[in-house]
T-cell receptor
Framework: DQQVKQNSPSLSVQEGRISILNCDYT??????FLWYKKYPAEGPTFLIS?????DKNEDGRFTVFLNKSAKHLSLHIVPSQPGDSAVYFC?????????????FGQGTRLTINP | DSGVTQTPKHLITATGQRVTLRCSPR?????VYWYQQSLDQGLQFLIQ???????AKGNILERFSAQQFPDLHSELNLSSLELGDSALYFC??????????????FGNGTRLTVT
């Protein structure tokens, strides 16, 4: 049961353009969402997050949008830079049965072309 | 540098064997999490410890076990290894709560290859 889905395994974007990574979730109990970025041979690193009471959170070139009714979130990177090439994981968090639960999607490999 | 240290970086072993993966959390973090990432898969949650006690369990096999010691480092034990156990195993740490207010800090992982 994949509760958090990233349907695009890969995405290729030209340098300077906008990158849009998408994520869907199924459990309405999730109330906090995060994006992590992973370079090869390294662990994931936290990028940006959003609480379910908001619909947008911005941090520099990175903006996360949340559409609760559609159970969908997206990460926008603008302008895209070569250093943004990495695998991006979205994650959803909730307190379920008294324990905090964090569920990751499968990841999207973003390639920024010069 | 996330401050989370995992050893070893690589491990190659045969089926049926047992291995131990070690994790030292970021200074001050009480929670330790273990995740498994198989080829082309997302991060699958295995188990969480908080200040020495098991807090949550995910899709962890019975052949796998973990513990967190008084100095807060953690070990993941994998036994009766099978080819399908080949994966990247990540350890992560956080403060009080993960995700909600305290993002996870991941180590660089241990790549396990079972032959």
């Amino acid at each position: 049961d994949q509760q958090v889905k990233q349907n695009s395994p890969s995405l290729s974007v030209q340098e300077g353009r906008i990158s849009i990574l998408n994520c869907d979730y199924t459990n309405s109990m999730f109330d906090y969402f995060l994006w992590y970025k992973k370079y090869p041979a390294e662990g994931p690193t936290f990028l940006i997050s959003i609480s379910s009471i908001k619909d947008k959170n911005e941090d520099g070139r990175f903006t996360v949008f949340l559409n609760k009714s559609a159970k969908h979130l997206s990460l926008h990177i603008v302008p895209s830079q070569p250093g943004d090439s990495a695998v991006y994981f979205c994650a959803a968090a909730a307190i379920i049965q008294g324990a905090q639960k964090l569920v990751f999607g499968q990841g999207t490999r973003l390639t920024i072309n010069p | 540098d996330s401050g989370v240290t995992q050893t070893p970086k690589h491990l190659i072993t045969a089926t049926g064997q047992r291995v131990t993966l070690r994790c030292s959390p970021r200074s001050g973090d009480l929670s330790v999490y273990w995740y498994q990432q198989s080829l082309d898969q997302g991060l699958q949650f295995l188990i969480q410890y908080y200040n020495g006690e098991e807090r949550a369990k995910g899709n962890i096999l019975e052949r796998f076990s973990a513990q967190q010691f008084p100095d807060l480092h953690s070990e993941l034990n994998l036994s009766s290894l099978e080819l399908g156990d080949s994966a990247l195993y990540f350890c992560a740490s956080s403060g009080l709560g993960h995700g909600l207010n305290s993002p996870l800090h991941f180590g660089n992982g241990t790549r396990l290859t079972v032959t």
